[in-house]
T-cell receptor
Framework: DVKVTQSSRYLVKRTGEKVFLECVQD?????MFWYRQDPGLGLRLIYF???????EKGDIPEGYSVSREKKERFSLILESASTNQTSMYLC??????????FGSGTRLTVV | QKEVEQNSGPLSVPEGAIASLNCTYS??????FFWYRQYSGKSPELIMS????GDKEDGRFTAQLNKASQYVSLLIRDSQPSDSATYLC????????????FGDGTTLTVKP
């Protein structure tokens, strides 16, 4: 089975901190995604990547950046964390049929 | 108008009944359609995919697609309390690196 691993299940950070969320997949998938999920707003795409060092902005990229130095790893960076970035962050990769495999999620709280 | 819309729910059915979840999408060029199940506090899990018009069955689950009506549905037969979850409809426009657009989800409760 494809496995997508997110490094932290829960994180608490202070306003203004730089935050790194790590995601690793083990099936050599080319496409990887970062979403955030908030009650009433559903899943919103932050960034995605279709190859090493390639990235594209999603629907809500402001305040975020990403890094994909290796195929299996896709990192989300909050440059200066703010309270409105408190959310559940979900990483995913997709197989050739287009179905997503999600990581277990990181619940980030910014105080 | 949202690109992918689902019944707002919540939907409640008795154990053993058929649960029907509906989804409409706005882009006629959509090619791939998915249903995900998300238990409270967990991440979404892919349960069904469908690519062509008609029905696709997998155990107690049936996905139905009608591209002319831009409509996709999920039927759950013999509903069980363990089916209680939020169901997310997702639509992929294949030219965009497999990027899916998700509906907001319908929360299903199956009562014993």
């Amino acid at each position: 089975d494809v496995k997508v691993t997110q490094s932290s299940r829960y994180l608490v950070k202070r306003t203004g901190e730089k935050v790194f969320l790590e995601c690793v997949q083990d099936m050599d998938h080319e496409n990887m995604f970062w979403y955030r999920q908030d009650p009433g707003l559903g899943l919103r795409l932050i960034y995605f990547s279709y190859d090493v060092k390639m990235k594209e902005k999603g629907d809500i990229p402001e305040g975020y950046s990403v890094s994909r130095e290796k195929k299996e790893r896709f990192s989300l960076i909050l440059e200066s964390a703010s309270t409105n970035q408190t959310s559940m962050y979900l990483c995913a990769s997709i197989d050739r049929a287009g179905g997503y495999t999600f990581g277990s999620g990181t619940r980030l709280t910014v105080v | 108008q949202k690109e992918v819309e689902q019944n707002s729910g919540p939907l409640s059915v008795p154990e053993g009944a058929i649960a029907s979840l509906n989804c409409t999408y706005s882009d006629r060029g959509s090619q791939s359609f998915f249903w995900y199940r998300q238990y409270s506090g967990k991440s979404p899990e892919l349960i069904m995919s469908i690519y062509s018009n008609g029905d696709k069955e997998d155990g107690r689950f049936t996905a139905q697609l009608n591209k002319a009506s831009q409509y996709v549905s999920l039927l759950i037969r013999d509903s069980q309390p363990s089916d209680s979850a939020t169901y997310l409809c997702a639509v992929t426009y294949n030219t965009n690196a497999g990027k899916s657009t998700f509906g907001d989800g319908t929360t299903l409760t199956v009562k014993p």
